[in-house]
């Protein structure tokens, strides 16, 4: 499975004549800015559920009974994240997003991310849908009150609320709903969308997982970004084997130059 210029041209051509575009992104776009993926089919694995249990680390089960460990481990990867930048992939995603929304109107272009790193947000994508949350905001568990993480102390922990709650990530943990506005925006957004691309996700955590079947089910055209295979790989109308990282600057030029040829929307 390999991708050629003339795939990346037909990809281009896909966005420039769509109306509704719906990006789904996963761990696999931050590769390339340093954070670990969460599963890794090399055999250089360095994912994270390969080393860490996440029965141990990301349910509410597992804050109950550790919250000392739980909260050490978020707050070891919000230090990670905040020593990462950005990079080419999700530079390339929101020029995407400014240059369809620009052409077309806010609706053009929703982003789903099931990252909570916020690099997107620092590559300057605007409307990013949070499927499982944020490492950047904490909540506490006896009040509900949300917090950003920089106005908590991490000098002891488990860290308390004022209120003498703990506090912890706003990140879904396995077993744990979704937030409600993110599938409200999700599914209207599926609902109308007339191209899906699934990017750096393995593909296998629902209901994120099953976005390309609603996708497909609506009649859209399905595409898959990813270094490697996955579950979804052979029933997406196109997959692009390779780093998002370089994929998706090559794929933002092409759609540049392709409608500065032609006014966008025509077909
Ligand atoms: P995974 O770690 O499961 O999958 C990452 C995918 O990205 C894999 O398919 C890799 O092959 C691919 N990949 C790695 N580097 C890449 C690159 N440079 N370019 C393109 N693809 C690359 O991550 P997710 O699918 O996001 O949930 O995982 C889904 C959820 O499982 C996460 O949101 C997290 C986890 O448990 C929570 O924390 C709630």
Redesign the pocket.
């Known amino acids: 499975m390999a991708h050629s210029p003339s795939d990346l041209d037909q990809l281009a051509e896909w966005i420039v004549g769509s109306s509704n575009v719906v990006i789904l992104t ?4 931050s ?2 800015s340093g954070l670990a ?5 090399s055999e250089h694995a360095d ?1 994270l ?1 390969s080393k860490y249990d ?1 029965m141990e680390l ?1 349910t509410a089960g597992a804050f109950e009974r550790d919250p000392e460990l739980v909260t050490r481990w978020y707050h070891w990867r919000f230090t990670r994240v905040s020593e990462v930048e950005p990079n080419p ?1 999700h530079f390339a995603l929101a020029g995407l997003e400014r240059w369809l929304t620009e052409q077309r109107s806010p609706e053009a272009f929703t982003m789903v991310t ?3 790193d916020g690099l997107h947000q620092r590559a300057g994508s605007k409307r990013v849908v949070e499927l ?1 949350g944020t490492i950047h905001t904490w909540r506490c568990t006896k009040t509900g009150q949300e917090a950003p993480l920089s106005e908590l102390s991490f000098e002891s922990f488990p860290v308390t609320s004022t209120r003498g709650g703990l506090m912890r990530p706003c ?4 077993g744990e709903a979704l937030p409600d506005q993110a599938l409200a925006l999700t599914g209207t957004a599926l609902e109308r969308c007339d191209l899906f691309v699934s ?7 629902q209901p ?1 997982a099953s976005f390309v079947q609603i996708a497909k089910q609506q009649g859209a055209k399905t595409v898959e ?4 295979a ?1 579950p979804i790989t052979d029933d997406v109308d196109m997959a692009l084997a ?4 370089e994929v998706l600057p090559d794929l933002l030029s092409r759609v540049q130059s392709l409608a500065g040829d032609r006014k966008i929307g025509d077909t």
């Not at 996963?26 to 776009?29: D, E, I, K, L, S």
């Not at 993926?37 to 089919?41: A, V």
């Not at 390779?242 to 990282?245: D, I, L, M, V, Y």
């Open positions: 996963g761990a696999g776009v590769a390339e993926t969460f599963r890794d089919p994912a559920w996440p990301a992939g099931q990252n909570i499982h990140i879904v943990w396995f990017i750096g996700t393995s593909a296998t955590v994120a970004i990813n270094r490697d996955t390779g780093a998002s990282g």
